[in-house]
Structures are given as structure tokens and as C-alpha cells.
């Protein structure tokens, strides 16, 4: 745990300049990779990234008056404002999330979808085969990202690499 | 083997399919109702997991079936027997009373599906050309993840078969709670719904569960029922309390107040262990003082005025779609085979398609429920909510 609540911080925290309902799943995605304790499962389904665990939560902080959800949009209330000032992280900490959120909000739906998607190919390879194995199973991982997001290149595979490595702390 | 059941009727499993049935972990459900608590205001709902998840089977296999005569592209050897298995499993994981114990558990039963069919594995026979253990791609495509999952299409498709808003579980337990409550307004037309799915492809070639037009009818039927169940029964108020009473009490009935992560002791518990010791169901102190739409500004009154001395409950449902942005029920007109959202083709649809479920109640004790009714009815006329 990075903050008394990494679950309620990170979602209040990329909800402050509004987000499409679409992107959170991402989002949050890709925040448990840096480190944030949230333990959310996600599933790939017909329709994209989805976690039955985010949308119950979604309801819960919208019941409890954190954030209304308009027209396909998440956005703080004032209550939700002042909950998320109130939280309290280290100057690094800080940094840290804010060059992630602030890269993350550049990224479209797709790109975002992209993202995902290569860790979650990557993850599930080296589960199988082993850190050793994932060189070997380049040829495998890219044709899965392939057939799995839109407007593959291996320029965008190649970035996708570089982020994930750097929201995981590892660069 | 046949095994006749109120909805379904007759109903065949495959002699592999018996092994998993007649298993420790299968036969276990037959002692967890499948309603928790409802039972107390509805008492013909003492119906178990067990025949839900052999009527999810059954559901599956309709489904597939149809998809496959309206869309024999879709046909692929094997499906059918994995799809079963998964329907057959799905629910192993659950704890004793269901849905009512979440709170006692760490675990999401999603989540233990994964250690329960390990633990199966030697009761879980499926032949398929994957390079993984049956149980493996059994849970792989019920949770929706996993590499020879994401390899291959054809599997998240079959996913939805099972988690989607027109699934086998939910047309089962629909139809199956509502008989049992003795309410008619769970009924749909489950016939002509599943004889209607077909197979819609989106712009990347992604396929998905669709329906043609002539089950447009069904699937409005499915969606109203789908309101009524969980406006009526799934978020009743007396189950609401019970709810709350009994995971207070399991707290001091359990080892640290929560379920065993450990497999084999959580598997060891079924709702007989524990209905006799609990003392909740027969000793419910409050009462409902009230029960209205959820609205917020209503709730930050009573609970700044009253909020120590009442108990608030606010549960919320969405029946179809969250929103603009989520997935959506696609209909193909059987003449010239044009597709279009279900709310554009259906007014019905429309009216319903972003309703949720959403309440505000409060429950106070019996021998100051009037009392306390009063003082909510004061604060809420004083400021004209």
C-alpha cells in the first residue's frame, strides 16, 4: 500500500480532470503495475478490458457521493475533491504519479487498450515459459498483441515496453 | 444420465459429466441456497446452487445450440462440452448463503473457481486440442483470461455464453428464483430468446452475441424481469437486514471473522454447518423506517441529523448498460440482416436501457422505529426533500 487508500486515491486521482467510464479500466490496470494495492481482476472480453471488481467499487464511491458519472464521463464532487487533497504521499511518490497520470491522460482508448494488452500477453508468456522464455517467444507475443488490438507497429510495441518498464519501476 | 428439473425438464449429462457432478465439490452445492436469506420472506426460496448450476448447463447448451443453427459459421467440435463444464462449475466457489456472506470472504468466488478445479482436476474430463490441463482452459475462459485464451478469439466469444447482459447464468437464475419466490414478474420469454441468438461481428471482426429481430419481444421480456427480480427480491429489505445481522454474527462464529483462503477448509463449509448455530434469522431487532429512490442530498440530511442511531443501507444494481460506453445488445433484422442497437429498434429497450436499481433505506430499532420514522419525516419536510 502506497497511500492509506490506494484503491479510493488512484481512482480519485484520475477522475479529478474527468475520464471516460472506458479508460478507468486502463487506467487502473496499469497503476496496479506500479505498485498500487488494489487487487482488482481484470477480464478481456468481446467488448474490451472490463473488472467487475472496478464497476461494484464505481458504484460504491457513487453512492457514497465521491463522483457522479454523466454522460459516459467520471467526474469528482466536491466531497470527492476534498477526500482526494486530503490524501497524503511523499514528494517521490508524488512525482512518480503524477509523470504516469500525466503521460496516461495523452493516451487515446486504443492506446490505452494497446498498453494493457502487451503486459497483459507479456505476463501470461512469462508465466508460461519463464522470464528465459520471453525472448524466444517474441514472434508469439507480437502476432497475439496482433490479432488482440487495432494498428499494430512494432514502433508502438517497442514504446509500450519502454512505459510499462517505466511504471513498474524498472527505468 | 437424465436428471429432471423444474424448469428444464429432462435433462442429460454425459457420463464425464457425472464424475464432476457426483464430486465432493459439486455435490456441496446442494447445501448452499442459492438466495441466502430471501428464504425468510419468501419461503419457498430454499432452492440450492446445485440446481442452478445444472440448469446453467442446460441454459449453455440451448444457447450454443441456437447461435450455431442461426450462425452455422460459429460451429466449432468441442465447444459445446467446454461450455457445459464451465456452466457446471461456475459456482464452486461460492460460500455458504451465497451472495449474502461477500463480505466474510477476501476471496471473490470468482477467484477460488481456479484452486477448486485444480483440486478437481481428476474429475474434470474434456477433450480439446489445447496445450493446457482441461481444468486450466475451464478457468481460463470463465475468468476471462490467460494465454491460450487471448490466443484465440473463438474463446473470448465463448466467453460471453456465460458473462454477458444475455448469459446461461443469469437466464437460469431469473426464471428459477422467481418460481421458487412464488413472483411471476421473473418470467421471460426464455424460449424465444435463446431461439433468437445469433452471432453479430463488429467492425474488427470481433464476434459477439446478437439477436434477431423476432426475439426482440423476448429480450424486452428478459430485461423487465431482469428490473423486477432485483427491485423486488435480490435487494429486498427484510434479506438487506438479515444480510447485515448474519455477517455480524458469522464474524464471531469464524476464525479471525472471515472464510478460510485455505481450499480444502473452505470446501468443508456448506450453509448446514452453520444454520443451526445462528441465532440472526429468528432475532432481527429492526425495522425498515425508510425506503425510497437513492438520492444523495436525502442521505447526507438523515445521516448528518440521525446517522448514529440508524442503520443505512443504499444497494444499486444497473439492470442493462452502465452507460454510453459500455458493450452493448445488437439486433440483426432477419429480413435484411441490417444491424442496429437493441434501444434503437425497441422503444422498451430505450426506456430502460441505462435504469439501475438504486435505493436509500434505513433500518431503526423496533422500540424507537416509530420515534426515529418521525424525526426523518421532520427533517426531510424541513427542508422540502
Known amino acids: 500500500m502506497i497511500t492509506s487508500n490506494d484503491k479510493l486515491f488512484c481512482i480519485l486521482a484520475s477522475c479529478e480532470k474527468h475520464i471516460a467510464v472506458n479508460n478507468l479500466s486502463s487506467y487502473m490496470y496499469l497503476f496496479q503495475l506500479a505498485g498500487y494495492d488494489f487487487n482488482f481482476k481484470f477480464k478481456i472480453q468481446s467488448s474490451g478490458l472490463r473488472s467487475s471488481f472496478l464497476n461494484n467499487y464505481l458504484d460504491t464511491l457513487d453512492n457514497e457521493g465521491y463522483i457522479v458519472i454523466d454522460d459516459s464521463c467520471i467526474k469528482l464532487t466536491k466531497y470527492g475533491k476534498t477526500t482526494l487533497d486530503d490524501f497524503i504521499l511523499s514528494l517521490d511518490e508524488l512525482e512518480r504519479f503524477e509523470k504516469i497520470l500525466n503521460t496516461l491522460n495523452n493516451f487515446d482508448k486504443d492506446e490505452l487498450y494497446f498498453l494493457v494488452i502487451v503486459d497483459m500477453v507479456?505476463?501470461?508468456?512469462?508465466?508460461?515459459?519463464?522470464?528465459?522464455?520471453?525472448?524466444?517467444?517474441?514472434?508469439?507475443?507480437?502476432?497475439?498483441?496482433?490479432?488482440?488490438?487495432?494498428?499494430?507497429?512494432?514502433?508502438?510495441?517497442?514504446?509500450?515496453i519502454k512505459f510499462l518498464r517505466m511504471i513498474k519501476g524498472d527505468i | 444420465m437424465i436428471i429432471r428439473d423444474q424448469i428444464h425438464g429432462d435433462m442429460e449429462f454425459s457420463d464425464a459429466e457425472m464424475k464432476l457432478i457426483t464430486s465432493r465439490s459439486f455435490e456441496r452445492l446442494r447445501y448452499?441456497?442459492?438466495?441466502?436469506?430471501?428464504?425468510?420472506?419468501?419461503?419457498?426460496?430454499?432452492?440450492?446452487?446445485?440446481?442452478?448450476?445444472?440448469?446453467?448447463?442446460?441454459?449453455?447448451?440451448?444457447?450454443?445450440?441456437?447461435?450455431?443453427?442461426?450462425?452455422?459459421?460459429?460451429?466449432?467440435?468441442?465447444?459445446?462440452?467446454?461450455?457445459?463444464?464451465?456452466?457446471?462449475?461456475?459456482?464452486?466457489?461460492?460460500?455458504?448463503?451465497?451472495?449474502?456472506?461477500?463480505?466474510?470472504?477476501?476471496?471473490?468466488?470468482?477467484?477460488?473457481?481456479?484452486d477448486i478445479l485444480q483440486y478437481e482436476a481428476k474429475n474434470i474430463i474434456l477433450a480439446h486440442d489445447y496445450d493446457i490441463d482441461s481444468w486450466d482452459l475451464i478457468e481460463q475462459v470463465y475468468n476471462g483470461n490467460g494465454i491460450t485464451y487471448l490466443s484465440d478469439p473463438h474463446l473470448i466469444t465463448l466467453h460471453s455464453f456465460m458473462d454477458f447482459f444475455i448469459d446461461a447464468d443469469k437466464m437460469d437464475y431469473l426464471e428459477r428464483d422467481s418460481i421458487n419466490c412464488g413472483v411471476s414478474y421473473g418470467k421471460f420469454d426464455r424460449q424465444g430468446l435463446i431461439r433468437n441468438l445469433t452471432i453479430v461481428k463488429d467492425e474488427t471482426g470481433i464476434e459477439t452475441i446478437g439477436i434477431l429481430s423476432s426475439g426482440i419481444q423476448a429480450l424486452e421480456s428478459f430485461l423487465l424481469a431482469r428490473y423486477y427480480m432485483f427491485s423486488h427480491i435480490y435487494t429486498n429489505p427484510i434479506e438487506r437486514i438479515q444480510r447485515y445481522l448474519f455477517v455480524k454474527e458469522m464474524q464471531t462464529l469464524l476464525r479471525g471473522g472471515k472464510y478460510p483462503n485455505d481450499i480444502k477448509q473452505f470446501l468443508q463449509l456448506d450453509d448446514t454447518k452453520f444454520a443451526r448455530k445462528l441465532k440472526s434469522p429468528y432475532n432481527n431487532p429492526y425495522v425498515c423506517i425508510y425506503d425510497d429512490e437513492f438520492n444523495l442530498d436525502t442521505k447526507h440530511l438523515i445521516d448528518r441529523k440521525l446517522g448514529r442511531i440508524v442503520l443505512c443501507d443504499t444497494p444499486m444494481k444497473s439492470i442493462f448498460r452502465k452507460d454510453e460506453s459500455d458493450a452493448n445488445i445488437y439486433i440483426v433484422n432477419n429480413i435484411t440482416g441490417q444491424v442496429k442497437p437493441c434501444a434503437e429498434v425497441s422503444p422498451i429497450i430505450k426506456g430502460v436501457e441505462f435504469a439501475s436499481v438504486h435505493k436509500l433505506r434505513y433500518y431503526a430499532e423496533k422500540n424507537v422505529a416509530n420515534e426515529i420514522g418521525q424525526e426523518i419525516l421532520k427533517v426531510l419536510r424541513s427542508t422540502k426533500l
Open chain 1, 122 to 160: 507479456i505476463s501470461e508468456v512469462r508465466k508460461k515459459s519463464g522470464v528465459e522464455g520471453l525472448a524466444s517467444e517474441k514472434n508469439k507475443i507480437t502476432s497475439l498483441v496482433k490479432s488482440l488490438t487495432k494498428d499494430y507497429t512494432d514502433e508502438d510495441f517497442d514504446a509500450s
Open chain 2, 32 to 114: 448452499i441456497k442459492q438466495l441466502g436469506f430471501v428464504e425468510t420472506t419468501f419461503p419457498g426460496a430454499s432452492h440450492n446452487r446445485y440446481q442452478h448450476s445444472l440448469g446453467v448447463c442446460q441454459c449453455v447448451t440451448d444457447m450454443y445450440n441456437a447461435v450455431v443453427k442461426n450462425y452455422p459459421d460459429f460451429y466449432r467440435e468441442g465447444d459445446l462440452e467446454l461450455l457445459r463444464m464451465m456452466a457446471l462449475v461456475h459456482d464452486l466457489g461460492h460460500s455458504p448463503f451465497s451472495h449474502a456472506s461477500e463480505a466474510l470472504s477476501d476471496i471473490a468466488h470468482e477467484d477460488r473457481l481456479g
